[in-house]
């Protein structure tokens, strides 16, 4: 799966984080520092389960389980807010 941000959304990285600015409707979305982290690899070309091993190796507090439903579930949410596309 690779993921890729639909040609009408931008990007700024923020201190904590990431913002993300779908230009057709003027809504925003503001990640927090894993979200970003996740985006952030996801959008380079990182398998889900990768950006999930490399999530719970940063937090080891995180089960790798965790992360990856974690994973799944910003995927899931930037799909449903029409912020991204998988190619």
């Given at each position: 799966m ?10 700024t990285?923020a201190d904590h984080?990431?913002?993300?600015l779908?230009e ?6 503001q990640l927090n520092g894993?979200a970003?982290?996740v985006?952030?690899?996801l959008l ?10 490399r999530?719970?190796?940063?937090y080891?507090?995180?089960a790798?389980e965790?992360?990856?439903d974690?994973?799944?579930t910003?995927?899931a949410?930037?799909?449903?807010a ?5 190619a």
């Amino acid at each position: 799966m690779t993921l890729a941000l639909q040609p009408w959304v931008s990007t700024t990285r923020a201190d904590h984080g990431m913002v993300l600015l779908d230009e057709a409707t003027g809504r925003y979305w503001q990640l927090n520092g894993t979200a970003a982290l996740v985006l952030s690899a996801l959008l380079d070309g990182v398998p889900p389960q990768e950006a999930a091993r490399r999530l719970a190796e940063r937090y080891p507090q995180v089960a790798t389980e965790q992360a990856a439903d974690d994973v799944a579930t910003l995927v899931a949410s930037l799909h449903r807010a029409r912020l991204v596309v998988t190619a």
